[in-house]
């Protein structure tokens, strides 16, 4: 084997092969709501909330963490002392002193340097009811996040049911465009005989017009909803134009009779704990605090000089100069303790507004829990008239449908003009996108009753 062929053997068993007529899959309805789950911003806004409140959590931690501080401080420090005294004599000594009027200038160096440690010891109980209310704060924070988990579940699934409805309208159209194409050649034939006019035959071409202006329709839909899609999940179109379901009526939902699971009481709940210890920090305002402190510090005042601007009787001209005035170490350890007996009752006005907070917190979980246990019976009574709904509308199709096929007939050996059988046709297009939609409706039903007993999850999705 030649040196070229050796290594061309070499890299095709390294390369990959080229993969020819890869075949795409249309996503699932579970895969759809679990990249919209990931993709949406309103969640990423949720959990940026939550982390932020994690770390007011770590604050309330952290305040019991010791403080440490280094300054350090140089200077160069300059006067001028002026003096002036009238003539006067020195009594018992008898001492005349004449007028003075003169000055000093002084010069020195400033270094000073030191550490500070501080630490709180105990903060009257406050510290943790706040550390509390945080952490309470957050749980409310996750069942907000949780009800809007719910929303982008719930409007997903309605994009996938509505491609799912477009597909059956689709199919409704294509089969009165083929028994249209059939009942057009009969009338064809019944024209070149003279058994109708040509009203009647322009009939069945304006109702073949219309028709197509419905498919169209149909399409520009569907490529809406396909973008809709596309923005949710960051699924590309490609996959999602795949999307061939049936619209089928929802099973049994499996959701419960209470709304106990519900995301909005679970943060209302939180947020009245949470206001419950906010009222018990306030309440802290007149208990003692507690702080321990300790410090080191350097002190050095270096060539300092005092000089005289004239010379003083008896003294003469002072000068004074010193190498240094040294401080070092300067230790300071101790326990501050620090008791607000009074604070011009803000610590009382703080109390009285978390009592307020804490009460309207009350009144809005009490009104959420009727208005959304009324939700609840409205829900179920919606899903079981949607059921009924599907029986009454199948049942009026069964009969348009036998209409239509009787129509059909009479149509083809002129016993009925084209405007009665346009009617039939018409007739039924009606009563199976009435079908349709009744299922769809159903499904719909469906979905908000999960939403309102609380238990929509990816899971609980049908196809």
């Not at 070229?4 to 699932?28: D, E, N, T």
Request: zero cysteines.
């Amino acid at each position: 084997m030649s040196t070229k062929w050796y290594y061309l053997l070499i890299l095709a068993s390294i390369l990959p092969l080229p993969s020819f007529g890869q075949q795409l899959l249309a996503p699932s309805a579970s895969e759809l709501v679990d990249s919209a789950l990931v993709h949406s911003h309103r969640l990423a806004i949720h959990e940026i909330d939550i982390a932020a409140t994690a770390t007011d959590i770590a604050k309330t931690k952290d305040i019991y963490l010791p403080n440490a501080s280094i300054a350090g401080k140089y200077g160069f420090m300059a006067g001028n002392l002026n003096l002036s005294l009238p003539a006067t004599t020195l009594p018992l000594a008898n001492i005349a002193i004449p007028e003075i009027n003169t000055g000093l200038t002084n010069t020195a160096n400033l270094v000073n340097a030191g550490l500070d440690l501080s630490a709180v010891l105990y903060t009257g109980g406050k510290a943790p009811a706040l550390r509390k209310a945080t952490q309470y704060k957050q749980d409310a924070q996750r069942a907000l996040s949780e009800k809007e988990k719910q929303e982008v579940i719930s409007t997903v699934s309605k994009a996938y049911d509505q491609l799912a409805l477009l597909k059956q309208v689709k199919n409704v159209l294509d089969e009165s465009k083929k028994r249209l194409e059939i009942n057009t050649k009969t009338a064809d034939k019944a024209l070149s005989y003279g058994l109708i006019t040509k009203y009647e035959h322009q009939k069945i071409a304006v109702a073949t017009a219309q028709l197509e202006a419905k498919t169209q329709e149909y399409e520009g839909q569907r490529n809406l909803l396909l973008q809709q899609l596309h923005l949710l999940t960051d699924i590309h179109l490609e996959r999602l134009s795949l999307i061939d379901k049936e619209l089928l009526p929802y099973g049994n939902p499996n959701a419960s009779d209470q709304i106990d699971n519900r995301p909005e009481l679970k943060a209302l709940s939180a947020a009245i704990e949470a206001h419950k210890f906010q009222l018990k920090a306030a309440n802290t305002w007149w208990i003692p605090k507690v702080q321990a402190g300790a410090s080191v510090a350097y002190v050095n005042l270096f060539d300092i000089r005092m000089q005289g601007k004239d010379a003083l009787p008896l003294v003469g001209k002072p000068s004074i100069h010193a190498n240094k005035f040294e401080l070092a170490p300067m230790v300071n350890v101790g326990v501050g303790l620090k008791w607000d007996i009074f604070d011009g009752n803000k610590g009382r006005r703080e109390t009285q507004l978390a009592k307020l907070e804490l009460s309207k917190a009350e009144h809005e979980r009490q009104e959420a829990e009727e208005l959304l246990q009324l939700n609840l019976i409205k829900s179920n009574t919606d899903f079981d008239n949607s059921n009924n709904e599907i029986k009454t509308k199948y049942a009026q199709l069964q009969v348009v449908e036998n209409a239509l096929q009787q129509a059909n007939k009479e149509f083809k050996v002129g016993l009925i003009k084209s405007a009665d059988l346009i009617g039939a046709e018409t007739d039924f297009q009606a009563a199976s996108l009435s079908y349709i939609q009744a299922i769809f409706d159903q499904r719909r039903h469906a979905v908000e009753l999960l939403k309102a007993t609380g238990d929509l999850t990816p899971q609980s999705i049908q196809e």
